[in-house]
């Protein structure tokens, strides 16, 4: 899971979709039955044993994108999945890999910023002393008839990216550029490609952003900025695919599941997201060697705590064919933390789909609660660039997250072994609906996966 400073669109417009349930709960009986009997080819195969090992031989270490640590966990996915006899392709891609400053000082007239606590991870090198100009939200609009040159903007987060504010900022000849937060919290910007044209730069708090705004109402106001040691390396990092061809009768269609196997620096990551990588190795195992009617592809993504930068890569390198043949994208991220809440579905627009609608069904016979899975509204993972280019896609995840999250305290003695079998068996099932000979091809079907009766709620990822 990525922060949810991460990303700039969050804040969407509130949902009308409500409780409401869509489908009628089915009748019970004979339907159960072979649901059950079909779950246990799978379900029953499933070693809870061999995903918790998984996640303690890649949760040694953290697992950052683009370093030797995410190359040995992509060599081990991919032996993983060679030695289960898949046919399995490494897609590389570069990424820009950025280091916080080690240096932040603001002084602005009398007040003293104390940038450590506030988390001024965000900044570009360079030192400048000059009067604040406010400039909006840094649009080329904002910066129109107004002396900048030599300044240093005063310019709200929200509507695009930081690299193109400083650029904005930059080109109307401010010398420095000052960021302060729309909501409340801290800002963890990355500084995306190294540019040139970029000024010295940094972030501070919305409630500081105030503070200045308040100060320039009685005159001008000089700021005094510093920040060293920020800068961006490129490196490469990668994702994994594993595919298995239909075996018989096939429908020509294509299941993806998926997870991130990169963590952030300085979290060994064995629940975020070692938890989701290792259940797509079980999985993975498992369906080797059932018989299917459709094609299914596993894929642990990389660079998924930079922005999503590995299935936004695998999006983009994805054929036409492929897209056009795609019934669902199940991804599960975080999936076995003993501290974090129960299981849920996210979508990105937070309304049901095919994926959610099988996730609910297989939650209604194997969910810990013995209720159909819950859905809801977020991203802030991979299941993102699939939603995003039209794909039915969910997040898999335990909501409320465990609040220890990207932090070295994200470790293997917090696993939850139940958690894990909860989660495997329910997206195992759900997949399997669509993989398993004996249904029809979705597009076509005249026996249609179970619809279970299941709720949206309005659940959030952190508390
Ligand atoms: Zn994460």
Redesign the pocket.
Known sequence: ???KTSISILLAASLSLGGTAVWAAPPQGANLQSDQAFDNKIVKRIKVENIYNHIAELSKVPRVAGTPAEDAAVEYIKQQFESYGYDTEVQEFNIYSYTEPSLIELSVGSMIFDPVPLGFTYGVNGEVKSELVSAGIGAPSDFEGKNVTGKIALIQRGSFSFAEKILNAAKAGAAGVIIYNNVDGVINGTLGEPNDGYVPALAITKEQGAALIEAMKDGAVTATLKVDGAKTDQAVSHNVVATKKATQKSTDQLVLVGA?HD??DG?P?AN??ASGTATVLELARVFANAPTDTDIRFVTFGA??NGLLGSYEFVNRMTEEDYNRTVGMFQM??VGSRDAGPLIMYTNDGKKNIVTDLGAAAGARLSNTGEATPYGMEG??DHVPFAEIGLPAALFIHAPVEPH??SPADTLDKISLDKLKEVSTIVGAAVYQVLRPDTPALKNAKVAPKVVDYNFEERELEE
């Open positions: 899971m990525i922060r991130h963590s952030v979290a990551g975020d997201d998924e705590e991220d975080m802030r993972s999250y990207h």
